[in-house]
């Protein structure tokens, strides 16, 4: 393993415990002391799975490649969360604007992030031959990915509505995450096969 890939699992799953963390004390969690050492969980097991996936890639290729995008998406969907957090609580205070048009600007933030580590880290394509073509596809893509992760979205806060007793705001933060993860399968295929295929 490279050591960016080394770096980046552990930079994922250090993010990842950022929102792990910030669910679980929506629900009165606290880990106390034994915080510094949970802290260390998540990034080691991104580490070894992401080690694992690099062994059966060696036979199969696209389970590192998926490997890595999942690290890449679960980086990029934490920064989705904080920055729509962050939307929400300017929006509270300043000027008040439907969670929508917040969720689909953080979505938009986060698909740059996506780009960048698809691109240059999960599919490993540094060509600048057909770039514009690679831009277009990418666009369409990511806006089919958009309408995926705010219908998804509104389906699981709207419709659906908070499950298991959680309050509101934790609900929404699992629906961001669930939405994510509904729109992973459509862009990890688009992604592959149409967008950074060789």
Known sequence: MKIIDIIFA?????????????????????????????????PII???CLWLAQLIGRKFLFVYQAAKFVLVGTFADAADI??????????SLFLPINQLILKGTSFLAA???????????SFEKFEKEGINKEAVQFFAATLIGLGINVLSFY???KIIGPQFQM???IWQELSIILAA????????TAYKFLVFKK
């Not at 950022?18 to 260390?40: A, E, M, P, Q």
């Not at 993860?181 to 990890?188: D, E, G, M, P, Y």
């Open 155 to 157: 389906y699981f806060t």
């Open 167 to 169: 309050e509101f705001k």
């Open 82 to 91: 904080k920055i729509f957090q962050l939307l929400f609580f300017l929006s």
């Open 46 to 48: 991104c580490l070894v």
């Open 181 to 188: 993860l509904v729109t992973a399968v459509w862009n990890f």
């Open 111 to 121: 698909t740059f992030i996506k780009y960048w580590g698809n691109k240059h880290w």
């Open 10 to 42: 552990l930079v994922c799953g250090w993010m990842l415990n950022w929102v792990v963390f910030d669910f679980l004390k929506g629900y009165g969690i606290d880990f106390g002391l034994w915080r510094w050492l949970l802290t260390w969980i998540l």
